[in-house]
């Protein structure tokens, strides 16, 4: 079994739009072991997308809508360095992969990463582009800092 990703009965039966029993009726049917009231994540998986009604939701897109409100809760909270260093370690590329990837000089992310960030917007924008953050708001909360600065 797949710790942490399996599913219950009571969470099929809720995915699929469908009463407890039925999803007992069926994944007994189907010859789909529950073991310890749940069901093996890739079983589970692929019962849910048989059923008529069933929609998946994107993986990726919620993954980006995490990591987007992670990443804002982050630069709200703490002091920017920490911030920073935070996502740039959660997005698992190196300074300079980003420096390349966001087209601006390697002082200029080392800068980041002490917690003083220069006021170019541009270039402030394309380092939130490059770390698939909400560009906008990571602008605006880099401008913050460095005028407090």
């Known amino acids: 079994m797949s710790k942490g ?17 039925a999803v007992r ?3 007994s049917k189907e010859r789909i072991a529950i073991e310890r ?6 079983a589970a998986v692929a019962w849910l997308n048989e ?5 998946s939701t994107r993986m990726e897109e919620g993954h980006q809508v ?8 982050a630069l709200e909270r703490g002091p920017f360095a920490e911030a920073f260093g935070h996502l740039l370690k959660n997005s698992e590329i190196t300074a300079a992969e980003l420096a390349r990837k966001a087209q601006v000089p390697e002082n200029f992310v080392a800068e980041l990463a002490a917690g003083r960030p ?5 270039a402030l924008r394309r380092i939130g582009e490059a770390l698939d953050l909400d560009a906008p708001h990571f602008v605006g909360i880099a401008v913050q800092t460095a005028l407090r600065g």
């Open 5 to 21: 990703y399996d599913l219950t009965v009571r969470e099929l039966a809720l995915l699929g739009q469908m009463k407890e029993a």
């Open 25 to 27: 009726n069926s994944l």
């Open 37 to 42: 009231g749940e069901i093996d994540h890739t």
């Open 51 to 55: 059923r008529r009604d069933f929609v």
């Open 66 to 73: 995490r990591w987007i409100a992670d990443s804002r809760i």
């Open 118 to 122: 220069s006021p170019d917007l541009a």
